[in-house]
């Protein structure tokens, strides 16, 4: 199985702040990689697919870039509610797996 | 609005059973594939298991042979059907429709619901 490694696994940032979230692969998942956020008590929304595709609606302050092994997702400017457990997902290879999730938190 | 519902969770002991149910609305329910994840307490997100248009299922290793996927097209619904259950399978489980539309993302989740396994 393909193991996803995020880090850092804690961001702590100020709202307007940039954040920079990483995504490693054990093998190449090729650009077969999404990013989801969510919040406590809510189901998680789906922000990037196939690695730099924004899903519908989400704001363009929210970018992926990557392939192969080597993921990044990038919030220009942080707004309030932005801070949220960000996961990683690949699709490349059976079974369909999650990374460990990057908590960005208020500073 | 376009949404998924899950019920069903609940107690059980180990080596019980639960039925999780999830009702889609919204959208073309025929038309896509669906999933069960999981998410352990302090823990990510797991697949669990996917059924697709065709009726075509799929199970991670650890609950194959005890977890049972199936859908109701009828009814816009699937459902989970959850025996043997062991401590590990506690989670909160959330429903979700696979978007080929969206890469392949799961695009709309449900609220999830929590499951507890324990004597």
């Known amino acids: 199985e393909v193991v996803l490694t995020q880090s850092p696994a804690t961001l702590s940032l100020s709202p307007g702040e940039r954040a920079t979230l990483s995504c490693r692969a054990s093998q190449s998942v090729s650009s077969y990689l999404a990013w989801y956020q969510h919040k406590p008590g809510q189901a998680p929304r789906l922000l990037i697919y196939d690695a730099s595709n924004r899903a519908t609606g989400i704001p363009a302050r929210f970018s992926g870039s990557g392939s192969g092994t080597d993921f990044t997702l990038t919030i220009s400017s942080l707004e309030p509610e932005d801070f949220a457990v960000y996961y990683c997902?690949?699709?490349?290879?059976?079974?369909?797996?999650f990374g460990g999730g990057t908590n960005v938190e208020i500073k | 609005e376009v949404q998924l519902v899950e019920s069903g969770g609940g107690l059980a002991q180990p080596g019980g059973s639960l039925r999780l149910s999830c009702a889609a609305s919204?959208?073309?329910?025929?038309?896509?594939?669906m999933h069960w994840v999981r998410q352990a307490t302090g823990k990510g997100l797991e697949w669990v298991s996917a059924i697709g248009t065709a009726g075509d299922t799929d199970y991670l290793g650890s609950v194959k042979g005890r977890f049972t996927i199936s859908r109701e097209n009828a009814k816009n619904s699937f459902y989970l059907q959850m025996n043997s259950l062991r401590d590990g399978d506690t989670a909160v489980y959330y429903c979700?429709?696979?978007?080929w539309g969206s890469g392949g993302g799961f695009d709309i989740w449900g609220q999830g619901t929590m499951v507890t396994v324990s004597s």
């Open positions: 997902q690949q699709r490349d290879n059976w079974p369909i797996t």
């Open positions: 919204g959208f073309t329910f025929t038309n896509y594939d």
């Open positions: 979700a429709r696979r978007n």
